[in-house]
């Protein structure tokens, strides 16, 4: 938006290696650079980052024991 060249159009490639803490120290070093001076991807970031927290905890919550009973019920041997 107004920019002649949008640097965000990286942050694409790089935001979910950063996620993952998958990025080569020079790569790890221009993200942070990046995520100083662009609010964008700040935001983004600080986004995908709580997304990922709640994942992770919507995955490790109990299972509703109805359905723990359904899949109870499949695994019964014959
Ligand atoms: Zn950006």
Redesign the pocket.
């Known amino acids: 938006m107004g920019h002649e060249h949008?640097?965000?159009e990286?942050?694409e490639e790089w935001m979910q290696p950063y996620l993952d803490r998958e990025l080569s120290d020079a790569e790890l070093a221009e993200a942070e650079v990046?995520?100083e001076?662009?609010s964008?991807?700040?935001k983004?970031y600080r986004f995908e980052e709580s997304l990922r927290i709640f994942v992770r905890q919507a995955c490790s919550e109990e299972m509703p024991s109805e359905l723990k009973q359904k899949l109870a019920a499949l695994r019964t041997p014959l």
């Open positions: 949008d640097p965000c990286q942050c990046h995520l001076k662009c964008y991807c700040r983004r």
